[in-house]
């Protein structure tokens, strides 16, 4: 089974996505987190269009064949193991091949911005859309990538220029909160409001 979590950045996905695997452990139910920060295109191809360019945030940030050919095929196709990553940005370098075994119980918890784009929104047994503000994108993006960036102002400029025209880009193109099974407001992280969807 192929479980997303989607949202713009800092909405709180891998958060959600690592609480509902825990839940999972504790009730002995097969389950692994998958990202989509570890199928990111190397930065030659990121940036090709630009460091600050929207439109190479949403186009070129990620591998998405490979996404597919790794993790959804061989969990569509019954096949016994995954290759749960191929890169890593934060040192620009490739992965050894991390190869992990799965079978017919075992739920894929993928997390990562762009999860209901046409390439992969099909795919997905089960889809969860977080749903937040750009402001509170903002506030939370200063809080969490500062050190990453270096300063409050190198945040704001990425996120202003490249991250959220990006995002709003992907909201035009694919309506996510439409696309997903269930839709949470996480504008408040300790008071989610759940406005699409039933759990029970």
Same mark, same amino acid.
């Given at each position: ?10 909405? /709180? %996905? *891998? !958060?959600?996505? #690592?609480?509902? &695997? ?19 295109n190397p930065k030659d191809i990121r940036i090709q269009k630009g460091e600050l360019s929207p439109e190479g ?20 196709? /019954? %096949? *016994? !193991?995954?290759? #749960?990553?191929? &890169? ?28 209901h784009r046409d390439e992969v929104d099909h795919y997905w047994d089960l889809s969860i859309f977080l749903d ?57 992280w300790e008071n989610p409001v759940l406005i699409k969807g039933n759990f029970n």
């Open positions: 089974m192929l479980v997303a979590f989607d949202g713009v950045d800092t909405s /709180g %996905k *891998t !958060t959600l996505a #690592n609480a509902v &695997y825990s839940n999972l452990k504790l009730r002995n139910i097969e389950a692994i987190n998958v990202s989509i920060d570890k199928f990111h945030f949403y186009f070129d940030s990620f591998n998405y064949d490979k996404i597919i050919e790794f993790i959804i095929s061989p969990v569509k196709n /019954g %096949k *016994t !193991t995954i290759i #749960n990553g191929i &890169y890593d940005y934060k040192t620009e370098s490739y992965l050894d091949q991390q190869i992990t075994p799965i079978s017919k119980n075992t739920i894929i918890l993928f997390d990562g911005i762009f999860m937040i503000s750009f402001t509170t994108v903002r506030q939370r993006a200063i809080k969490r990538d500062k050190e990453y960036f270096g300063s409050d102002e190198k945040v704001l400029e990425k996120y202003n220029k490249r991250y959220i025209p990006g995002e709003e880009l992907y909201l035009g193109l694919c309506n996510p909160q439409a696309r997903a099974d269930f839709v949470i407001d996480n504008n408040d």
